[in-house]
């Protein structure tokens, strides 16, 4: 009998994930560097090493911000490899695993039982704090912000886009040749419309999630792209790949 190439997927091993960006880091020619700590775990980001020469606007990519989410740090990881030519001739800055704590226990929260996407506008924690430092005085063309949902029924899309044309049904339309996309009507008590939720106006929510920060320092594009948690995690780690080259596509041509 033949065993699935993930079968043994060590999908929370954070260590491992942390050596598979090292190695591509080297490959890639990115900066990779620790810019915060919790408790004894390092928290990383990587950029390409031209950065502080080159003018041009860079473009924002993160996950595992929920730990229980790990499709998405894994997707993030294999589109990077399959696109490390890119990182030559775009600019990047890329966090692979907001909350290290979180995958490796497999939970939403971090370390001290808080929803890091709940807290960006929250003053002094030491991991905002830090990341702050990282994006501070930044122009960002795009923003991908990667998740997973529980009780998604297939792939769906926040875009927070306030002056260009809807890009989402395109990119959904990529990846629903890997997943389904979620004909839900409301999602987490949104109006959605084929998968896609648009926002054109803040939402009032008490913790600042990292996609509304970034729209706040003049991003013009956020997307936070979410699939179904409860589906194969090959499937999902496709859809992940698929949603980044298709929103690179999409978002950066956009009018």
Known sequence: MSVHPLANHRAHDYRA????????????????????????????????????RDARPTIYLSAGIHGDEAAAPWGLLAWARENVARFKTDRFLIFPVLNPHGLIMNTRIDQDGADLNRSFNVPGHPLITAWLR??????FALALCLHEDYDGQGCYLYELNPRHPVVGHAILNDCA???PI?????????????????????????????????????TPLT??????SEFSLHDRI????????SALEHGLRRG
């Open 223 to 228: 997307l936070t792209f979410e699939s179904p």
């Open 238 to 245: 496709e859809a992940q790949k698929t949603f980044i080259r």
């Open 177 to 179: 040749r890997v997943l």
């Open 182 to 218: 979620d004909q839900r009507k409301r999602i987490d008590g949104r109006a959605a419309k084929d998968g896609l939720i648009v926002r054109r106006v803040l939402p009032e929510m008490p913790g600042h999630p990292e996609a509304i920060v970034l729209h706040l320092m003049g």
């Open 17 to 52: 994930l942390v050596r598979e960006w090292q190695a591509l880091a080297k490959e890639a020619g990115l900066k990779m560097e620790v810019f915060a700590r919790v408790g004894e775990l390092p928290v990383y980001v990587l950029r390409t090493k031209d950065a502080a």
């Open 134 to 139: 990282v994006v501070a005085g930044r122009e």
